[in-house]
C-alpha cells in the first residue's frame, strides 16, 4: 500500500481479538506509515510491532509515544478509558495534540458504573430497564424491592467486573442473598460497593455500534454476540463464542427505533451533560416485542463482535479515526459490505474456568477464504501455542449468516490443538 505523506504513527492499545483486528484493518490504511501495538499478540507481531507495555501503566505509555512520534492511540479495551487515558493526554502539554480514539473519563462512566448509566438513560428518555440502586446501608431497602419485583430479579454490580458482575436469578431468597454477599461481603470488590437491581426484560439481544466525535454519529453494522459456553445459551458467561454481522431479524423498522430512541437521544444527552466523547458507543440492546431498550453501554467495540463488525467496513478505518479527532465525522460516508460476517471462537477447554496453556495449534496454514484473528496465540521457538482462554476468532462472509459459519467450520476442522472447544450452534436462534 503506498503511503500518503499526511501518513500517521498509529498505538493500538490492548491484546484481543479484537485489536488484531483493529491492527488488521489500520494496516490496509495509506494513512499509516507505522503501526504499534501495545501489549499485542501473536496475531499483531505479524503486521505491526509490539510493545510489551500494559494498557493502563500510562507513563510507560507516554514514554513510548513520545520516543516513537505516535500521532494517534487507538484505545481497545474499557480499563484505562474508565480509568482516564484521554484526560491524562490532555492533560500533558507534550501529548496533549496525540489523537485519542476514546471517550474522556466523565464519559466512560457509561461503562464504569451501571449506576451512572442508568441515570443518564433516565435523564435522557432512553428507553431501559426500570431500576434502584442499593448500597451497604440500604441492604433492607433492597430486600423490599425485590419483594415488589416478579422472577427473575436482576443484580448488577455498579462498577467493573470483567463481565461478571450481573446475576439473574429466579428464586427471591436467592436474590437476596446474593444482594448481601455483593453489599456486604464485597462479593465483587469495590465493584459491588453499589447494586443495581432491576426489572427483568425478556427478549432477544442485539448490539448496535455508534462512531461518534462527540457532534456528530454514524452508526456501523449490528451484531449478535454469544456469551454462553454451552450450546443453546447455557453454563457460564465468557467474552463471547462467536458473533453474527449484521443481526437478520433488525428491520428497517426497528433500526429506525433504535437510532430515534436511543442513538440520537445517546449522543445529544452526551452534548448535553458535556461528556466529551469521541469514539466507539456499543449500546447492548434487547428486543422486547417489537421494541429496543438498552441493556448496557460500552464505551468501546466488543470483542467477538469487532471481528464481524469491522471486516464489513469498507472505509478506511484511519481516514474514520481521522475525521473523529478533527470533528468531522459528518464528512464521511460509511460504506458496508452487504455479505453476511460470522465468527467462531475457538476455546481452551475448560475455558471459562480453569484451563491449560502452551498446547500446540496445527493446521493455520491449512485455512482458505477466511480470517484468522489471533486472542490467545503466542510463537514459540516457531511453534504456534494457545496462551489464554479465548485462542482464535475465525471469521467468513456469505449470503446469509448460515453460508459464512459454514466456511468457518470447513476451516475450523483443519485446525487442532489438544482440548479444543467451540460452539457449533452460533446463530441458532436467528
Ligand atoms: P450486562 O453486563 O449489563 O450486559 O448484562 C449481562 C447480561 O445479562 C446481558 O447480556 C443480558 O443477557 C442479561 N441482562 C442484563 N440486564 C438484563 C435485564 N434487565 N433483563 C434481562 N436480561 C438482562
Ligand atoms: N462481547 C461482549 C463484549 O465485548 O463486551
Not at 12 to 29: C, D, M, P, V, Y
Not at 67 to 77: F, S
Not at 146 to 175: F, H, M, S
Not at 259 to 281: A, H, M, Q, S
Request: with cysteine; aromatic share 8%.
Amino acid at each position: 500500500m503506498p503511503k500518503q505523506q499526511n501518513s500517521m504513527t498509529i498505538l493500538i492499545l490492548g491484546s484481543g481479538g479484537r485489536e488484531h483486528t483493529f491492527a488488521w484493518k489500520t494496516n490496509q490504511s495509506p494513512l499509516c506509515k507505522q503501526l504499534y501495538v501495545a501489549p499485542g499478540n501473536s496475531g499483531t507481531s505479524q503486521i505491526a510491532e509490539n510493545i510489551n507495555i500494559n494498557v493502563t501503566d500510562f507513563n510507560a505509555i507516554k514514554d513510548l509515544v513520545l520516543e516513537k512520534k505516535i500521532d494517534m492511540v487507538v484505545v481497545g479495551p474499557e480499563d484505562p478509558l474508565v480509568q482516564g487515558i484521554h484526560d491524562f493526554f490532555l492533560n500533558d502539554d507534550a501529548l496533549k495534540s496525540v489523537a485519542v480514539i476514546g471517550p474522556q473519563k466523565a464519559a466512560a462512566q457509561l461503562e464504569g458504573s451501571k449506576e451512572f448509566a442508568k441515570e443518564f438513560m433516565y435523564r435522557h428518555n432512553i428507553p431501559t430497564a426500570a431500576y434502584k440502586s442499593f448500597s451497604k446501608n440500604d441492604v433492607e431497602e433492597g430486600y423490599e424491592f425485590l419483594e415488589t419485583l416478579n422472577p427473575p430479579y436482576v443484580l448488577k454490580a455498579d462498577g467493573l467486573a470483567a463481565g461478571k458482575g450481573v446475576l439473574i436469578l429466579n428464586n427471591l431468597d436467592e436474590a437476596k442473598a446474593e444482594l448481601k454477599q455483593m453489599l456486604v461481603d464485597a462479593k465483587f470488590g469495590e465493584a459491588s460497593t453499589k447494586v443495581v437491581i432491576e426489572e427483568f426484560l425478556d427478549g432477544i439481544e442485539l448490539s448496535c455500534f455508534v462512531l461518534t466525535d462527540g457532534e456528530n454519529y454514524k452508526i456501523l453494522p449490528t451484531a449478535k454476540d454469544y456469551k454462553r459456553i454451552g450450546e443453546g445459551d447455557t453454563g457460564l458467561n465468557t467474552g463471547g463464542m462467536g458473533a453474527i454481522s449484521p443481526v437478520p431479524f433488525v428491520d428497517g423498522v426497528l433500526m429506525g427505533k433504535i437510532e430515534e430512541r436511543i442513538v440520537k437521544p445517546t449522543i445529544n444527552g452526551l452534548k448535553k451533560d458535556n461528556l466529551p466523547y469521541n469514539g466507539f458507543v456499543f449500546i447492548g440492546l434487547i428486543k422486547v416485542n417489537d421494541d429496543p431498550f438498552v441493556i448496557e453501554y460500552n464505551v468501546r467495540m466488543g470483542d467477538p463482535e469487532t471481528e464481524v463488525v469491522l471486516p464489513r467496513l469498507k472505509n478506511d478505518l484511519v481516514e474514520i479515526f481521522k475525521a473523529i479527532s478533527e470533528e468531522r465525522l459528518n464528512e464521511i460516508d460509511i460504506e458496508i459490505n452487504t455479505q453476511t460476517a460470522a465468527t467462531v471462537m475457538l476455546v481452551s477447554g475448560g475455558y471459562p474456568e480453569v484451563y491449560e496453556k502452551g498446547k500446540e495449534i496445527t493446521g493455520l496454514n491449512n485455512v482458505e477464504d477466511s480470517l484468522v484473528f489471533h486472542a490467545g496465540v503466542k510463537l514459540e521457538n516457531d511453534k504456534v501455542l494457545t496462551s489464554g482462554g479465548r485462542v482464535m476468532a475465525i471469521t467468513s462472509f456469505g449470503k446469509t449468516h448460515q453460508e459464512a459459519l459454514k466456511e468457518s467450520y470447513q476451516n475450523i476442522e483443519k485446525l487442532h490443538f489438544d482440548k479444543m472447544y467451540y460452539r457449533k450452534d452460533i446463530g441458532f436462534d436467528l
